[in-house]
């Protein structure tokens, strides 16, 4: 845990996502949670060792079962976007078992107690913005257009600094199966390179913090993604195209051995998406 700015704390270090909080004279406001229950878990002790008060709300920057899983175990009313709360009530028990169980390969330890945690829905919802007002201290979170449905980030004025959820990602490939529209997702990057961000610091959804500048990187990744799905469709679609598409995104952003084969299908389940949406 890394304090970034005056009551401002960011965790990078959880597997899944990033995550960090808030201080307020009631309490603590976080935003997303630890995918595995211990981190969870370990997370939660953290909070509630640094404030005088307990944690007041749970704020998810989008709906992706990483930040969804574990997030009741906060103990915390969760704020989210209609869109996310939408999805999230669509989770079947087949789709949650599936993802427990991709979590499990990876975590073989740690990821067995999912099956055992609930699953839980946001319960304040807004479509556009929302203003939590506590302690004197407004946090602000409103939807974007980003990487899935639901996504939202959450800004912090006084201390210039934006958790922005899965709509910036660092030096990682980005999760693309549900994304609802790549256009707006690219528009919203480009707006996080305006002269008024210049010296905000930015908490991506995954990978390092980081500035304006990282912005760069994923508006191209979505741009060849999308050039590529372009000729796809015009190709048909080919095995050979489509595992050259495959590749030329991979190249993009490093992957460790062990994690290859899952980002692979990740590249895979992103381009068909894309197919669908350039038709």
């Known amino acids: 845990m890394k304090k970034i ?17 808030v201080t307020l004279p009631a309490g603590a406001i976080a935003i997303d949670a630890p995918t595995l229950p211990r981190d969870a878990r370990a997370w939660r002790e953290q909070i509630e060792g640094t404030v005088e008060g307990p944690i007041l709300y749970v704020i998810l920057t989008d709906a992706h079962p990483d930040r969804v899983l574990s997030v009741g175990l906060l103990g915390a009313p969760v704020v989210a976007a209609r869109a996310a709360y939408d999805r999230t009530s ?19 330890k740690a990821a067995g107690e999912l099956a055992d945690v609930p699953l839980t829905l946001p319960e304040i919802l807004f479509t556009d913005s929302l203003t939590l007002h506590k302690g004197g201290e407004d946090v602000v979170t409103r939807s974007v257009a980003g990487g899935a449905p639901g996504s939202a980030w959450v800004y912090f004025r006084k201390q210039d600094v934006l958790f922005a959820g899965d709509a910036l990602v660092v030096g990682t490939h980005p999760f693309m199966e549900a994304v609802p529209d790549t256009k707006a997702w690219l528009r919203t990057l480009k707006a996080l390179r305006r002269a008024r961000y210049s010296k905000t610091t930015m908490i991506p959804g995954r990978g390092p913090l980081c500035d304006q500048s990282a912005t760069s990187p994923l508006s191209e990744y979505i741009a060849l993604a999308r050039r590529r799905a372009r000729s796809l469709r015009t190709a048909g679609r080919t095995r050979v195209d489509k595992a050259a598409a495959v590749a030329e995104l991979l190249s993009r952003f490093p992957v460790s051995d062990d994690e290859l084969e899952l980002v692979q299908r990740r590249v895979k389940v992103g381009l068909d998406r894309l197919c669908e949406e350039v038709e």
Not at 5 to 21: H, K, L, M, Q, R
Not at 90 to 108: A, K, S
């Open 5 to 21: 700015a005056p009551n401002i704390y960011v965790s990078t270090d959880y597997p899944g996502v990033n995550v960090g909080f």
């Open 90 to 108: 669509l989770y079947t028990e087949g789709f949650r078992r599936g993802v427990i169980e991709g979590w499990d390969r990876r975590y073989p």
